[in-house]
């Protein structure tokens, strides 16, 4: 399993960095996952919303069963982050292209934003962070107010650290509960049970 961590300047460090771990540790008990931070276009590295660098691991056109869109700085409505990135329209335009393809997608906070202005979470249910709730639901998402919202193709997690959580359930999903529950150990993170599939919460 391959996944692409999608991110760009003024990304949230966490939404990017949390899921990432929660891969490694995976593979590193010996699950076939690969995670790779992504961006549009080729970068030696990128600067985040809180001033960290972090180098590009490669390029979103590469061959990734998920791609996983991060969000930051959404609300600040500044030159970087997501907000930025929409108005700039290349990232939500790659994304609606790969979404023709058969692209399976996930976002972390406002990520899904990004991918609403591609025109992913449409008629789908789907979740944000708290901040742009109204923006999602009038952009045509089916909002749930939940930490993780899995629609099949499609599953995206409320803010920041929610990314942990949508990562944990990717991974139970693909490879089951108990594999997910020793990351979780291992990364000393108490799991979140609003997880919301197939019409269900659990």
């Known amino acids: 399993m391959r996944v692409g961590i999608l991110i ?3 990304f949230d ?3 990017a960095i949390g899921p990432y771990e929660v891969f490694q540790n995976a593979a590193e008990k010996g699950a076939p996952v690969e995670a790779r931070l992504v961006t549009l276009a080729p970068a ?13 691991q490669g390029t979103l056109d590469e061959e990734f069963d998920w791609i996983l869109v991060v969000g930051g700085r959404w609300a600040a409505r500044g030159p970087v982050g997501a907000w930025a990135e929409i108005q700039k329209n290349a990232i939500p335009s790659a994304l609606r292209r790969m979404r023709d393809r058969g692209q399976a997608m996930a976002a972390v906070c406002t990520g899904t934003m990004i991918l609403s202005a591609a025109g992913v979470t449409r008629g789908r249910r789907v979740t944000t962070h708290a901040a ?5 639901r009038s952009e045509g998402g089916d909002l749930v107010r939940a930490r993780v919202v899995d629609d099949g193709d499609l599953v995206t997690a ?8 949508l990562a944990l359930w990717l ?4 490879f ?9 150990v291992t990364m000393e993170y108490p ?12």
């Open 8 to 10: 760009y300047e003024g």
């Open 13 to 15: 460090e966490l939404d």
């Open 44 to 56: 030696v590295s990128v600067r985040a919303g809180h001033g960290l660098a972090v180098a590009s």
């Open 132 to 136: 742009a709730f109204d923006a999602l």
């Open 158 to 165: 409320g803010g920041v650290t929610s990314g942990i959580d």
């Open 171 to 174: 991974v139970e999903r693909w």
């Open 176 to 184: 089951g509960r108990e594999l997910s529950d020793s990351v979780a």
């Open 191 to 202: 799991r979140a049970s609003s997880v919301s599939y197939e019409g269900m919460n659990r």
